[in-house]
Every structure is written in C-alpha cells, then in structure tokens.
C-alpha cells in the first residue's frame, strides 16, 4: 500500500496552484478580454445546452427601459427557490411588511408548466472584473455589468411557453407585487403657480382599515361586497361596453370618517391614491394632462367638492362671471365630467373615483345624476354598534357590557356625536376607566350646552310650544 505523507499532498497542491495562477497569467496576457469572455460561454453552453433544446434570453434591460419580462422572473423565481440553494438575496423596502428573498449564487432553478421542464438559470456578467460569473449579487450599478435570465426548455414546446407560460409568470408576479407594494399617496407639487403642476408621491401611512372603521356594520359590508364585485368584474365591463370605473359619493359631517374610509378602501385593494385639489387647477388642459398621468388600479380622490372651487356650470357659465376670461383658460365643470365618464376612465382600468362633500344638497345636480356617482355613501354621526368599534380599537375592550358603556350609549342616542369627536376622547388616559368617566361628562356637558342653545332660540322665536316631539327633533341639530 502506498504511505502518502501530509507534506506530499501539501507540496502537490503548491505546485498545482503554482500551474493554475501560471495559466491564469498566460491567458489574461496572451487571450483579449472579450475573446475570454466568448470562450467562455461557449464552453458553457456547449455542456450545457442539448440541440433539442432551446433557450431564451430575458434580458434585464431592452436598451430603451426595463424589460418588465425579466423583473417578473425576479419576483416568480422568488418563489422557486428550492431548500438546498445556499446563497440568497434578501431586502426590503420601507413601508414593505415582508422580507423579499431572491435566489443569489445560482445553479439552475427548475420549474415545471403543463408537464413540460423548464430551467432557469440567472447570469451576471461583469466586464468591470474581467470575468463572467454566475453570480446573485445587485452589483455597483455599473453600466458595464449584465444580467439576464436564460429559460431553457425542448424546442417543440416553443409557442406554448411564449404564449401560457410567459404571460403566467407575468400574472403571477403581478399579483405578488400588487400584494406587497406599498399603498402611494400621490398628490400635485406645489412650487412656482407658473408651472405644469405634477404629481408628487409617498407611502400613503394611514393605518385605517375596513376593522378599524366605526361605521354601521350593514354598511361596511355594503362596501365592502361593493369592492370585490367591482374588482372580479373585469370582463362583465368589458361585456356591456362600459370603462372598468366606479364612482362612489361619501358625504356626510366633518370627523365622521370619510379620509378614513378612502384610507380603508385604498388599503384594501391595494390601490394608490391621487388626491386632486381642485384649487390649484385653472384650465381643463391641466385636469386632463393630470388625469391621464393616474395609473390603473388607483382611487382618484376630490374632497370637499362643494367647496374646492366655484364649478361653472355644465354651459360654461362662471358663477363669478367669467364673461372677460376665454374658454381656454377656465376649469369647466363639463371638463371633469367628461373626464370622469369619458376618456379619461376608458383609456384606464381599474379606476375608482371619490368625491366627498359636507353638504350634498350644495352639489350641482350633474354631478349627482344617476350613472355618474354609482354608490352614495351616507357618513352619519356615531351609533351604539359603532360607538364599539372604538372601544374596541382605542381601548382593546369589546365587552358590551362595560362600566359606563350603558351610559354612554344612552348618551349617543340623545345627541349628534361624530366618531372623531369620541376617538379624541378616548385617547385622552391610558387608562379605559378614565376614559369612559371623562366620556360621559363630554357627552353631558355637550348635551347641555345644546340644550341651552336651543332654549335660547327657543326664546329668540317666542316660541312657547311644549311638545316634546319638537324639542327632541331640535336636539338632533348638531351645533
Ligand atoms: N368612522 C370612523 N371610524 C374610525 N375613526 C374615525 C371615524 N370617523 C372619524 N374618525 C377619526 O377621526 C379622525 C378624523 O376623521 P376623518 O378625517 O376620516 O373625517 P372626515 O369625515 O373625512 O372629516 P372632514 O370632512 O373634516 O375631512 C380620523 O383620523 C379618525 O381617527
């Protein structure tokens, strides 16, 4: 038997090193760059590829912009990664709940589709360091660097991985996405008045959600069902002929939950929201430019239409009569409306419109014809269920039957309170106990103070009527 000593072995791997570093040497002198670089991949690929099969190359870049089809991979493969991979790419964006886990130092990815084997494969080429790897890492940002994806498969299976599975690996990662991304506020940049206003974003940070909203449990799932109908209905718009748009019309008092509720929907569904001021709007030419620079699956928000701007009406006539400014210049009412029904909804999908108003009786009727708006949504003042949602939220108490509940609820009965006036309250101690006390005298001294109002116009009026019935009717009057 042939006795090996360690320093033999020892001296062998020098000199195999010392041969290795050698030829590296000779070839980097002798052997241009991209000569290596061909040489290379076609070793590669000869061991790699069988001639039945057949590869595609997705690039990360077209030359113009990013080539959606390889950003999708990137989101689909996350979610191939098998167990013994060793090396991963892991990040996070502000606002993002989870961690994303992309494959780093990457062999082959397999994946199977209507029976067929496909591998993928993620190649990195950096000419900044010379060589070519297969490698996961986000790289410097270097314009010389170059990755791709490569999605190899037998050749006869060709038109059904372009025209099923493609398109799948671009639904399934556009629903990862929608799901994780967060929701955007997207509202117009202030600066020079001179200037083309434009939308400017964040992450929308409103916490509120469809389980934090204190609105009459009946409407919330009204909504809600609302919702879902509008998003699975893709193909019934489609069918009729009509844009895949909804209005919905919240009105209601100040504090009683309309933000919140724009909030709620948008976190529900994902979507982002514009928030249009009206005011800063001069002409249809800027509505028009705006609206179309919205992206599908977004809430286009106008809030307190009432008062946001004086709206012509739909002929054109100003209220502060506009007879010495031209048409061209002028925010016509016409000019939104056709907007909302026309061109503007039928060039997007997806789109969800809201007006709020604190007095729906002030709006012009053509806004409110039945087509325009298809939901209105009334946002009344707090009931006993509501009142429970709060507690439930601002105090993490969801007994019905807790100190001092009975005496608020019989309170909220008596008066016109809104949600934003009690959530105010009932985050004045940490304390739950201290809260419901401080809560009831609120509610005790607001329902005397409306009760001297109304003794006071009572007087005003010389009116010395008695009944009841009038009197608890004058109480309903929010002061
Ligand atoms: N229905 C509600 N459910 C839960 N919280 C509410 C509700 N209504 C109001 N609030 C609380 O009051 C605050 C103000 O409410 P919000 O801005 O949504 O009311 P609004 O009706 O839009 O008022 P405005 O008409 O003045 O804009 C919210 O941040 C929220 O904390």
Same mark, same amino acid.
């Given at each position: 038997?042939?006795?090996?000593?360690?320093?033999?072995?020892?001296?062998?791997?020098?000199?195999?090193?010392?041969?290795?570093?050698?030829?590296?040497?000779?070839?980097?002198?002798?052997?241009?760059?991209?000569?290596?670089?061909?040489?290379?991949?076609?070793?590669?690929?000869?061991?790699?590829?069988?001639?039945?099969?057949?590869?595609?190359?997705?690039?990360?870049?077209?030359?113009?912009?990013?080539?959606?089809?390889?950003?999708?991979?990137?989101?689909?493969?996350?979610?191939?990664?098998?167990?013994?991979?060793?090396?991963?790419?892991?990040?996070?964006?502000?606002?993002?709940?989870?961690?994303?886990?992309?494959?780093?130092?990457?062999?082959?990815?397999?994946?199977?589709?209507?029976?067929?084997?496909?591998?993928?494969?993620?190649?990195?080429?950096?000419?900044?360091?010379?060589?070519?790897?297969?490698?996961?890492?986000?790289?410097?940002?270097?314009?010389?660097?170059?990755?791709?994806?490569?999605?190899?498969?037998?050749?006869?299976?060709?038109?059904?991985?372009?025209?099923?599975?493609?398109?799948?690996?671009?639904?399934?990662?556009?629903?990862?996405?929608?799901?994780?991304?967060?929701?955007?506020?997207?509202?117009?940049?202030?600066?020079?008045?001179?200037?083309?206003?434009?939308?400017?974003?964040?992450?929308?940070?409103?916490?509120?959600?469809?389980?934090?909203?204190?609105?009459?449990?009946?409407?919330?799932?009204?909504?809600?069902?609302?919702?879902?109908?509008?998003?699975?209905?893709?193909?019934?718009?489609?069918?009729?002929?009509?844009?895949?748009?909804?209005?919905?019309?919240?009105?209601?008092?100040?504090?009683?939950?309309?933000?919140?509720?724009?909030?709620?929907?948008?976190?529900?569904?994902?979507?982002?929201?514009?928030?249009?001021?009206?005011?800063?709007?001069?002409?249809?030419?800027?509505?028009?430019?705006?609206?179309?620079?919205?992206?599908?699956?977004?809430?286009?928000?106008?809030?307190?239409?009432?008062?946001?701007?004086?709206?012509?009406?739909?002929?054109?006539?100003?209220?502060?009569?506009?007879?010495?400014?031209?048409?061209?210049?002028?925010?016509?009412?016409?000019?939104?409306?056709?907007?909302?029904?026309?061109?503007? @909804?039928?060039?997007?999908? #997806?789109?969800?419109?809201?007006? =709020? %108003? !604190?007095?729906? +009786?002030?709006? $012009? *009727?053509?806004?409110?014809?039945?087509?325009?708006?298809?939901?209105?949504?009334?946002? @009344?003042?707090?009931?006993? #269920?509501?009142?429970?949602?709060? =507690? %439930? !939220?601002?105090? +993490?108490?969801? $007994? *019905?039957?807790?100190?001092?509940?009975?005496?608020?609820?019989?309170?909220?009965?008596?008066?016109?309170?809104?949600?934003?006036?009690?959530?105010?309250?009932?985050?004045?101690?940490?304390?739950?106990?201290?809260?419901?006390?401080?809560?009831?005298?609120?509610?005790?001294?607001?329902?005397?103070?409306?009760?001297?109002?109304?003794?006071?116009?009572?007087?005003?009026?010389?009116?010395?009527?008695?009944?009841?019935?009038?009197?608890?009717?004058?109480?309903?009057?929010?002061?």
């Amino acid at each position: 038997m042939m006795n090996i000593s360690a320093s033999s072995v020892f001296q062998a791997y020098l000199s195999m090193t010392a041969s290795i570093t050698l030829f590296k040497t000779m070839l980097n002198q002798l052997v241009p760059q991209q000569l290596q670089v061909y040489i290379v991949t076609k070793i590669r690929s000869y061991f790699r590829q069988n001639s039945s099969d057949i590869t595609l190359v997705i690039e990360e870049t077209d030359g113009m912009g990013i080539n959606e089809i390889y950003t999708a991979a990137e989101i689909y493969l996350s979610t191939r990664i098998s167990p013994e991979f060793q090396r991963f790419r892991i990040s996070k964006r502000p606002k993002e709940t989870d961690v994303n886990v992309k494959f780093g130092n990457c062999g082959k990815i397999t994946d199977s589709f209507e029976e067929i084997e496909l591998v993928w494969r993620f190649v990195h080429e950096s000419n900044q360091k010379n060589s070519l790897r297969f490698h996961g890492g986000d790289g410097d940002g270097d314009s010389s660097e170059k990755r791709y994806f490569e999605l190899s498969f037998k050749k006869q299976h060709k038109e059904r991985i372009l025209n099923r599975y493609i398109p799948l690996v671009l639904t399934v990662a556009k629903s990862m996405h929608s799901e994780k991304k967060p929701v955007k506020l997207h509202s117009l940049a202030s600066g020079n008045i001179y200037a083309s206003k434009v939308w400017e974003s964040v992450n929308l940070d409103h916490p509120s959600t469809f389980e934090t909203l204190a609105i009459e449990p009946a409407l919330k799932k009204t909504i809600k069902e609302d919702l879902d109908r509008f998003i699975k209905r893709k193909e019934f718009y489609r069918r009729v002929g009509k844009a895949w748009k909804r209005g919905y019309l919240l009105y209601g008092p100040p504090g009683t939950g309309k933000s919140s509720l724009i909030a709620a929907m948008a976190n529900y569904l994902k979507f982002d929201i514009y928030d249009l001021e009206f005011s800063s709007i001069k002409r249809d030419a800027d509505l028009r430019r705006l609206l179309l620079s919205t992206k599908n699956r977004s809430i286009l928000v106008i809030e307190d239409i009432d008062c946001s701007v004086k709206l012509p009406d739909r002929n054109g006539n100003h209220p502060n009569n506009a007879a010495n400014s031209s048409k061209m210049d002028q925010f016509t009412l016409g000019g939104l409306l056709n907007f909302i029904d026309g061109l503007w @909804s039928s060039c997007g999908d #997806e789109r969800i419109i809201i007006f =709020t %108003t !604190n007095h729906k +009786e002030k709006l $012009d *009727p053509a806004l409110l014809r039945p087509g325009r708006m298809d939901m209105h949504i009334h946002m @009344s003042y707090l009931t006993s #269920e509501s009142f429970q949602v709060l =507690t %439930t !939220n601002y105090l +993490e108490i969801s $007994d *019905p039957n807790y100190k001092g509940f009975k005496e608020v609820k019989e309170l909220i009965q008596d008066i016109q309170i809104t949600p934003a006036e009690v959530a105010e309250q009932l985050m004045k101690s940490e304390d739950p106990e201290t809260c419901i006390e401080g809560l009831v005298k609120f509610l005790k001294r607001k329902r005397t103070s409306i009760n001297e109002e109304l003794e006071k116009q009572k007087d005003a009026n010389n009116n010395t009527t008695d009944d009841d019935t009038q009197l608890h009717e004058l109480k309903r009057i929010k002061l």
